[in-house]
């Protein structure tokens, strides 16, 4: 394995979209929502190990988790969970991990993962890292991989990449980064062949995404970067527990990438999916006659169709004359709620909270 090698592997997420399995005790990463016999967290762990040394793996998380992550990676050493005191978005916290990276290795390359997305072939995933780790050794550049869209999902926010490299290979020079659009837009993208669905993968060296830091939030940039003589060491934790909750919240997005003009893409070589919803885990999951979907339930139906069914081990369902329906259980919580509105659980996370208390969400 190239020592040179690095991760963030991004597990500080609540998961609200998936309550009420994922909760701010317990969020998605830590569940195993495909029945693999292991956690999200676990598998990207796994994915990533294949090519990084285990030990160059940073686990980037709210310092509420730290415990999970250790129950559920022993192999890894306390050192390498980077524990968040504060929440902020995905920039503060990959500009920290970056640094205290940039102090163990000058000439390190990272890539950054989220912990929840699954990916089935690895080895392709492997490669296209790798082919990204090159183009960022070669120059100051930053790099993303990109999911060629199969539908105009408006779930997703876009990458436009400049049309006249559609037809070359490898990583293309990126025009700009799109929201989430609305159907039509979302349509007009797949007609134009150069944009792709932004999985937030990214790859760059350690120098190169502080630099962009630097230039683009230099005040963030100060914040973290004046703390560099105590990372990795003993007194680093009183420092980020004075210093992190003054971080801006804000996007790798935001902050740096959609001001850069030294950002590429390369059209991933995997399929992908980044497990967001509810309907994405059903995409995902094995159907039964009439495309109802059961992970690890025990279910009987009748007139049923399209539904997406979870309930605690060892309980049994009964389910007539619903399609295309939401339904989970769990010991505090049940959810049954149309597929179609599935974007409006969030919305009733935050009722449940109001009118319940914080211990159902």
Known sequence: MNSNYYAILMAGGVGSRFWPVSTT????????????????????????????????ILILTNERYTTLVMEQLPEIEASQVVAEPAMRNTAPCILYAALK????????????????????DERAFEDDVIHCFE???????LCTLGIAPSFPNTGFGYIEFDAQEKSKPGVKKVQQFREKPDYATAKHFLSQGNFLWNAGIFMWSASAIIEAFK?????????????????????????????????ANISIDYAILERSDSVYVLPAGFDWNDLGTWGSLYDKLPKDASENAGA????????????????????????????????VDTDKALLVLPKEKEQEIKQWVSKVKDTFGPDFI
């Open 135 to 141: 183009k960022c050794s070669e120059a100051p550049v």
């Open 296 to 327: 690890g339930s025990r279910v009987l139906t009748r007139d049923c169709e399209g539904l997406m069914v979870r309930l605690p081990e060892g309980k049994i369902g009964v389910l007539e004359g619903l399609k295309d329906y939401i339904v």
């Open 215 to 247: 230039t683009y939030q230099p005040k963030e940039y100060a914040l973290f970067e004046k703390g560099t003589a105590v990372y990795n060491t003993r007194e680093e934790e009183g420092f980020i527990a004075e210093n992190y909750p003054h971080a």
């Open 25 to 56: 005790e317990y969020p998605k990463q830590f569940h195993d929502m495909l029945g693999a016999g292991v956690s999200l967290l676990q598998k990207t762990f796994g994915r990533l190990s294949r090519f990084i040394p285990a030990e160059n």
């Open 101 to 120: 990276i940039r102090k163990m290795n000058p000439e390190a390359l990272i890539v950054v993962a989220p912990s929840d997305h699954w990916i089935e």
